[in-house]
């Protein structure tokens, strides 16, 4: 799950934070000062930055910009200033999103997992190749290869393949795969997908793993 970086001094609103993530999985660090937040970016793997900006020592205003010289890690501002004036600041320095104090917790959640959808669209838009064991993929070319040999897959095979080996060890069941390649609702198709899956073993069968597992009663993950 995805690491949070909560930096706030007030422990109060910290810790509210801190409980409303864990309750929903999310991993989190906790800083009381900049300067605190900004030795754990240097230490560890973060995912989302919540900045408050009246810190103790580095303000955040001045954490932001430090941050944005080396790291594009997604940044929330939580602050209690609400002027237009600020917030368009802050947002042209190097902030992702802005969310004024008091807060609704469950906007702030939506919040959260909106920039680590856009972090991973960017991630993904970046790359040329996905290598995974001995299957490669060629985003630019679609080009599959497994064991250096070229595999021959049908437009829907491809897809398929890309929606399970970005998310390793994520069990799709039949619904999902069906809506997320089809881009229309599952009305029991299980033939259908029963049918591509067997096609898209067959044709990574060159490779000593069977990369596409069955999970019995719910459907496949990429293994």
Known sequence: MA????????????????E???????????AYSGTEGKLLVEQNQIDVIL????????????FLKELRKVNMIPVIVI?????????????????????????DLKELLVRIRIQLRHAAKVVFSDMKEIRYKDIQVNLDTREVK?????VHLTGREYAILLLLIEHPQKVFSRA?????????????????????????????????TNYIQTVWGIGFKFD
């Open 20 to 30: 409303a993530l864990a309750l929903q999985g999310f991993n989190t660090l906790s």
């Open 176 to 208: 999902n795969i069906y809506e997320s390649i089809w881009n229309e609702p599952f009305f029991n198709s299980d033939k259908t997908i029963n049918m591509h899956i067997s096609n898209l073993r067959n044709k990574l069968n060159q490779a000593d």
């Open 79 to 103: 602050s209690a200033k609400n002027d237009q004036a600020s917030k368009l600041d802050l947002l042209t320095n190097g902030a992702d999103d802005y969310i004024t104090k008091p807060f």
């Open 3 to 18: 690491t949070v970086l909560i930096i706030e001094d007030d422990h109060t609103i910290h810790s509210l934070i801190k």
């Open 146 to 150: 497994v064991n250096d040999q070229a």
């Open 51 to 62: 900045l408050d900006l009246m810190l103790p020592g580095m303000d955040g205003g001045i």
